[in-house]
């Protein structure tokens, strides 16, 4: 791991060159799993898949570079436009291992109805697009170019239309009888990626765009006038309030951006499969075959609405006043175990409680802590294998009470614990969806913790269980 250095010069030369290394292991990464899933060995694709270790390790590093330059070193002599994209291109990175992962899962699924040429094409051409993607990604760091946005956006044109051709051959072929209705959905489930690749590429066209044209010269002017009215030398700690200032409005625009955008597509995929389901049941008159196609259609509806509701609960705790009351915690427990008990059960997912003293009391809102507790067990359950046990405990802290809900189940990454109480952010996206997860379960759980002063905590490692612990304060220490 290279060590930044505390010329400015220097910081940002490291800064470039950790980057481009990282886009290179994505895109040898991505080459890695495609070879792997075209020979059939889906499990070599999966290791290779969970292997981002040294990734994870040189992302972390581009992250603290950039904070450095920005915030230790004079602002007005930072190259603004190379640190920001450099910081949102190493996310576009991070976040292309999700790509990869779907990849590999949807084509695990379709080991059992031996993929045919078609589909191997298929993946060996989303790889090339995903790492030309890359690649493009790192070309805005080496030549800090506007118009990079422009050849992504034509990449994503050519995506939009491999997904509408893709798309319409499978349902034309589906309705001639050419594919069976669950080999239908299988292989429109692989090409909605073309449509999410689409979708990133624009992304990091957006981004492109957002610095060079959007908050960028605002700052630089700001600068400028500055620097006429106090002479040559302005103090950087002012130069940092003016980029605090402007970018605050941007942040609040991104972030409804993001949320919407986050919204459409986890909605996307489960109308996708529920019209896909329709359309299979319609041509089909064997008896066993639609019972099962409706079975499916029922689960992606049920997933919409759950999803919906999920969206709900988050807008009510961000918009309604909590009310408090004295409340016995193991009550709060008992009620929250029954809600996800058949649901363990039907797991073979055991919960046990240690030390639940009854008179261990706090101010809040029932039904949300019940909630809260709710979904911390459900995410326990859904992460953990039959056979495996959840532990509940309570115990009394400096100033309240402390919950915690523990797990032998997959565990998460370092790298991805700062980021599992995001919306929508999930460690294993396929897992989750097969296990009919919104992602947005441990939202939840934050609000309710800081609705109550409280707040949530999260110990965890890989193959060794997680560990939630919601800290609230003890009754009547909380202003209402």
């Not at 886009?23 to 792997?36: D, H, I, K, N, P």
């Not at 950087?236 to 402007?246: E, F, K, N, W």
């Not at 409706?294 to 919409?304: G, I, N, P, Q």
């Not at 009854?358 to 294998?385: I, K, W």
């Amino acid at each position: 791991m290279t060590t930044i250095p505390t010329g400015l010069t220097e910081r940002l030369a490291v800064i470039e060159q950790d980057l481009l290394a990282m886009v290179e292991m994505v895109v040898e990464r991505v080459g890695l799993v495609t070879s792997a899933l075209l020979e059939g060995d889906v499990a070599t694709a999966d290791q290779l898949v969970d292997a981002d270790d040294d990734i994870d390790l040189l992302s972390y590093q581009v992250e603290e570079g950039c904070i450095a330059a920005l915030v230790r070193e004079q602002p007005l002599q930072v190259d603004l436009r190379f640190v920001v994209a450099a910081m949102h291109i190493n996310m576009d990175v991070e976040r292309s291992g999700d790509l990869v992962s779907n990849i590999a899962k949807a084509v695990g699924r379709l080991q059992g109805s031996r993929p045919d040429d078609q589909m191997r094409d298929l993946v060996a051409r989303m790889s090339a697009q995903a790492q030309l993607l890359m690649r493009r990604a790192a070309e805005s760091l080496r030549t800090r170019d506007s118009t990079l946005a422009e050849s992504i956006d034509e990449l994503d044109d050519v995506l939009d239309d491999l997904h509408y051709y893709y798309t319409q051959h499978v349902i034309s072929d589906a309705r001639r009888g050419g594919l069976d209705p669950q080999q239908s959905l299988q292989l429109a489930l692989v090409g909605r990626f073309y449509e999410r690749i689409g979708d990133h590429a624009e992304n990091v066209g957006e981004r492109v765009r957002y610095i060079v044209d959007g908050w960028l010269p605002e700052i630089q002017a700001a600068q400028r006038a500055r620097t006429r009215s106090e002479g040559p030398e302005p103090r950087p700690t002012r130069g940092l309030a003016v980029i605090d200032s402007i970018a605050e409005s941007r942040r609040v625009d991104a972030i409804r951006r993001d949320f919407v955008a986050n919204v459409s597509h986890e909605l996307k995929t489960p109308v996708g499969a529920i019209s896909l389901l329709a359309e299979a049941l319609e041509g089909d008159q064997d008896v066993e075959d639609r019972k099962r196609l409706t079975e499916m259609l029922r689960r992606e509806a049920t997933r919409v609405g759950d999803i919906i509701d999920d969206l709900l609960e988050l807008t009510r705790l961000e918009e309604t006043e909590t009310s408090f009351d004295v409340l016995d915690l193991d009550l709060i427990v008992h009620a929250a175990i029954e809600k996800v008990r058949s649901f363990a059960d039907g797991n073979g997912v055991e919960i046990s409680t240690v030390g639940l003293p009854a008179e261990l009391s706090v101010s809040g809102d029932r039904r949300q802590l019940v909630r809260a507790l709710t979904n911390l067990l459900d995410n326990a359950v859904r992460y953990s294998d039959p056979e495996q046990l959840i532990v509940v405990s309570v115990e009394a802290i400096e100033d309240g009470a402390s919950i915690t809900v523990k797990d032998d189940g997959v565990g998460i990454p370092r790298a991805e614990l700062e980021r599992v109480f995001e919306r929508f952010y999930r460690v294993d996206r396929a897992r989750s969806r097969d296990s009919g997860g919104t992602g947005l379960g441990l939202a939840i759980v934050r609000h309710v913790a800081q609705n109550h002063g409280g707040k949530v905590l999260v110990e965890s490692k890989p193959d060794e269980g997680s560990s939630f612990s919601m800290h609230l304060p003890a009754a009547g220490t909380v202003n209402p």
